[in-house]
Structures are given as C-alpha cells and as structure tokens.
C-alpha cells in the first residue's frame, strides 16, 4: 500500500496550518522564515500542492502556539489518514468514493443528510449492489463488485467506532424508493431491526413527507464531517460534487452544522423513525 498522502490529506494538513498561521496572525513570510524556507512553499503546503513533512507541521504549529494536546491530534489525524483499510480502493473506484470513506472513518462526528438513499453504512448486500449498478461513475462490473465491498467495509469501520458519533437524517422516499425490487423489503427489515437497537454511535431519523419544506429540501446528500480536539476545520461530502469531499474552515461548518440540527429537529425522533419504517414493511406491496 502507498503510505504517501492522497491529494484529499494534502488538503486537510494544509488546511490546519492555514487556519493556525492565521488565528495568530502570522503572514506567509513569518512563517517561511520560521521553517527557513520560501514562501512559495508555505503557500504550496497550505493549499494542499505540497506534502508537508511532519517535523515541519511540528515546528509550524509550536510557533503558532497550538497547545501540545491539539498537536498530538492532528499529529494522529493525519498519521491515520496515511493509510488504511480505504487505500485498497484507491485508483479502483472514483477518488471521490474512497475519499469519503477515508474521512467518514478519522472523524470522530458524522452527520449525514440522505433526501432517497440510505448511506452506504447502513446498507444490505443487496441493497448495495442495486445502487452500484445504477451509478454511472462505475464503469466496469469489477467497480460495482469494489463498490459493494467498499460498503460493507464501511458499515464495519462504524460498528467498530463506538467513541465516535453517526447521526443520519433520511428523507421517508428513502424508506419508499423500491431499490432492488425484494432487496428493499430485506433492507427494510435489517434496518427496523437495526434501528431499534443501532450500535452505539448511530442515530437514525427519518423526515417524513408532511414535514413539508425544510433546512435541506433541494439539498442533495450530504455528510459534514468533525475531528475531536482539532479546531478550525472540518470536511464537508457533497453526494452530486465532482470534488466529492471539502476540506472546510469552521465558518463554513458552523453553517452545516446549523442547517443540519435544523433539519434534526424537523425530523421525526428515533423512535418515531423506527414506528414509520415498521408501518413502511406492513404496507409493503
């Protein structure tokens, strides 16, 4: 496996610097002469065109005053981002795909908004494979086969991550869209059981139809993505974006995030999801 940063963690430890260069206002000259380099390498590296080396995040962030109990987080941020189970995948399906795995995995607070599909998390084999074939970005049979595998792979890192929180809101045409004829009624079922007792980090809510307009009506899906004792920046998924997932500053999150508990409370609660998927099931057909 290639331990070198993918494009998306050039991105997030550039992003860092950035936000800590600038809460202390530091210009990009202070910076270079900090590290006895140009500028153009500050700005390289702070943009995400340039690996930066992690004696040199060090010694940024200790002059940037960043407290030892941050730097140790970012520190292992970006040395888990290095390489995981994710990289399997890498230059085999879409980079945007394997992104998005790749940073729902690190972060330690996932919200995710779902207006017709259930994520790949909480996803049946069957149900799964009824998507991969509907994906025009997956171009070959051994994609869909990837991308099927990328999904299970997934809903194991989230059972496996009981300190992190996953809270998903989905649209009821989710839990009416009828993806793979019988798979759906499988995948229906899985998710009643599942939902009434979810492992510990994921909260299922659904926004029913007579919700009426809402904080993410004509929004596609979405995952906002938060990183535990790393301040600043987040990553922000956007389901229909050719970049897939963004490397954000913490105005732009707050903004997400608000929207989000928005829609949180718009939706139905957990329990009242559980009753309208079981109501779902009965009228099946």
Same mark, same amino acid.
């Given at each position: 496996?290639?331990?070198?940063?993918?494009?998306? *963690?050039?991105?997030?430890?550039?992003?860092?610097?950035?936000?800590?260069?600038?809460?202390?206002?530091?210009?990009?000259?202070?910076?270079?002469?900090?590290?006895?380099?140009?500028?153009?390498?500050?700005?390289?590296?702070?943009?995400?065109?340039?690996?930066?080396?992690?004696?040199?995040?060090?010694?940024?962030?200790?002059?940037?005053?960043?407290?030892?109990?941050?730097?140790?987080?970012? &520190?292992?941020?970006?040395?888990?981002?290095?390489?995981?189970?994710?990289?399997?995948?890498?230059?085999?399906?879409?980079? &945007?795909?394997?992104?998005?795995?790749?940073?729902? +995995?690190?972060?330690?607070?996932?919200?995710?908004?779902?207006? *017709?599909?259930?994520?790949?998390?909480?996803?049946?084999?069957?149900?799964?494979?009824?998507?991969? &074939?509907?994906?025009? +970005?997956?171009?070959?049979?051994? *994609?869909?086969?990837?991308?099927?595998?990328?999904?299970? +792979?997934?809903?194991?890192?989230?059972?496996?991550? *009981?300190?992190?929180?996953?809270?998903?809101?989905?649209?009821?045409?989710?839990?009416?869209?009828?993806?793979?004829?019988?798979?759906?009624?499988?995948?229906?079922?899985?998710?009643?059981?599942?939902?009434?007792?979810?492992?510990?980090?994921?909260?299922?809510?659904?926004?029913?139809?007579?919700?009426?307009?809402?904080?993410?009506?004509?929004?596609?899906?979405?995952?906002?993505?938060?990183?535990?004792?790393?301040?600043?920046?987040?990553?922000?998924?956007?389901?229909?974006?050719?970049?897939?997932?963004?490397?954000?500053?913490?105005?732009?999150?707050?903004?997400?995030?608000?929207?989000?508990?928005?829609?949180?409370?718009?939706?139905?609660?957990?329990?009242?999801?559980?009753?309208?998927?079981?109501?779902?099931?009965?009228?099946?057909?």
């Amino acid at each position: 496996m290639n331990r070198d940063l993918a494009p998306v *963690q050039f991105r997030l430890a550039g992003a860092l610097l950035r936000h800590h260069r600038e809460a202390v206002r530091w210009t990009l000259e202070e910076a270079a002469a900090e590290l006895g380099c140009d500028t153009s390498k500050i700005s390289r590296i702070e943009t995400g065109h340039r690996k930066p080396k992690p004696g040199e995040m060090h010694v940024l962030l200790t002059a940037y005053g960043v407290t030892n109990r941050e730097r140790q987080a970012i &520190a292992a941020l970006t040395e888990t981002a290095r390489g995981g189970w994710w990289g399997e995948y890498r230059g085999l399906l879409p980079g &945007a795909m394997v992104d998005h795995a790749l940073f729902e +995995s690190i972060a330690d607070d996932v919200m995710v908004w779902e207006p *017709q599909a259930l994520p790949a998390f909480l996803q049946t084999f069957g149900y799964a494979a009824s998507v991969a &074939a509907a994906d025009p +970005s997956l171009e070959t049979d051994e *994609q869909r086969r990837l991308a099927v595998l990328l999904a299970a +792979s997934r809903a194991a890192s989230v059972r496996d991550r *009981q300190h992190a929180a996953f809270t998903v809101v989905i649209g009821e045409a989710a839990l009416r869209q009828q993806v793979g004829g019988e798979a759906m009624l499988g995948q229906l079922r899985q998710l009643a059981s599942e939902a009434g007792g979810l492992s510990a980090p994921v909260t299922l809510q659904v926004i029913p139809f007579t919700a009426g307009a809402h904080p993410a009506i004509g929004a596609g899906p979405a995952s906002i993505m938060r990183f535990r004792h790393v301040t600043g920046i987040g990553a922000i998924y956007h389901g229909w974006s050719a970049a897939g997932v963004t490397v954000t500053r913490q105005a732009e999150l707050t903004g997400a995030v608000r929207r989000f508990e928005k829609l949180r409370q718009d939706s139905l609660s957990a329990q009242e999801s559980l009753e309208l998927i079981r109501e779902v099931i009965t009228a099946w057909r």
